[in-house]
Structure formats: C-alpha cells, structure tokens
C-alpha cells in the first residue's frame, strides 16, 4: 500500500456568510476519514445562494426599485465570487492531487474524480455566466421582468434563483413543452 502522507491538515474552508449554528462549531474538528475521502467538488455552492437576508417588502413598494436592483446586485455578486472561489478551490485541488497517484488503480479512482470535478467546473462556469448576464440585465433596467410574457418574475421567486429570467408560469409550460418534445 503506497503511504500517502498529508502535508497539513484541510486548511479550513472559507465560508460563505452564513448562518451557522453555534454548535455546529465543535463538529468541525472532527478526525479526518483516514482515506482521503472524494472531495465534494459538487457540494451544491452553486445551487443556490444563502448568503443573504430576503428583501423587507414594504406594502406598496414599486417593483425593481432602486433598494431592490440594489439587494439583488448583491445577491449576484456575493454568489459569483462564492463560485469563484469554489472554482478555484477545484483548480488547486486537482494540481495538488496530480502528482500523488503513482498506482494505476489510484490513478483510476483520481481520473473519475477529476472528470466529476470538471463537470462542476463546467456547471460552475456557466453559472457565474448566467449570473453575468442578470447583472448586465440589472444595469439596463431590464431585470426582474419574464422575457417571455413581460411580467414580473417577483422578488421572492428571484431570491430563490436570482439568475431566473422567466416566470413560474412561463418556466413551466416550457418544462412540459421539452417534455414532451424529449419523450
Ligand atoms: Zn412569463
């Protein structure tokens, strides 16, 4: 069996603002599994953004106005530098683990690794477009609106997916639709 020696301990991982339980702290120290357990390259940071406090509607409220473009551009940036950070994480972590595999049947195991690490790459990159593109959307005043029917896409439904560029309704008859052409 090839010793594989750890130079250091994980470093610990940045994370994002988040609303951690105050005991969740003492789990952290947990011993690390003894075999160097598959990174969760795909841990979903780019599923979803959390790291944000939902927008206090006032009754009343013009959509899309200045305090909302500007929780929301917030939203977005905070969310692409997560996906940033993690792609980079995915970069350094495929360098480091390059060299480490002189056995071929570790060599197998780090290949499917890696090739699951490039897909969330690839799934992360065109994430932080999208997010790109919404940002430009809320530049030009053109965020938050279906770019199917026109309609408000609400505030609620775009802090659960910030880059949504239709509404539920629009979203959902295009879902049956592919659907259908699919099957
Ligand atoms: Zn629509």
């Known amino acids: 069996m090839p010793v594989k020696k750890k130079a250091a301990p994980a470093k610990p991982a940045k ?4 609303k951690a339980a105050p005991k969740a702290a003492a789990k952290k120290a947990a011993p ?25 509607l006032k009754k009343g409220e013009p959509y899309m106005n200045d305090a909302q473009r ?25 360098q480091d683990e390059a060299a480490n595999f002189p056995d071929p049947n570790d060599r197998a195991t780090q290949e499917s ?11 992360e ?4 477009k999208k ?15 279906c770019e199917t029917c026109g309609v408000e ?12 560029t239709q ?4 979203k959902q008859l295009d879902e049956i639709r592919e659907k259908q052409m699919g099957g």
């Open 125 to 128: 990159r065109k994430l932080i």
């Open 70 to 94: 500007a929780h929301f551009r917030e939203i977005l940036r905070g969310w692409k530098r997560e996906l940033m950070e993690e792609v980079d994480r995915t970069v350094h972590h495929m």
């Open 15 to 18: 994370k994002p603002a988040a």
């Open 113 to 123: 690794e890696f090739s699951l690490e490039l897909r969330t790459r690839d799934r």
């Open 131 to 145: 997010i790109d593109e919404a940002l430009g959307n809320l530049d030009a005043n053109d965020y938050g609106y």
């Open 167 to 170: 509404c539920i309704d629009c």
């Open 32 to 56: 690390a599994p003894s075999k160097p357990a598959p990174r969760k390259a795909s841990r979903a940071a780019g599923d979803m953004f959390r790291g944000f406090t939902p927008y206090p």
């Open 153 to 164: 896409i609400g505030i609620r439904r775009l802090e659960a997916r910030p880059t949504a």
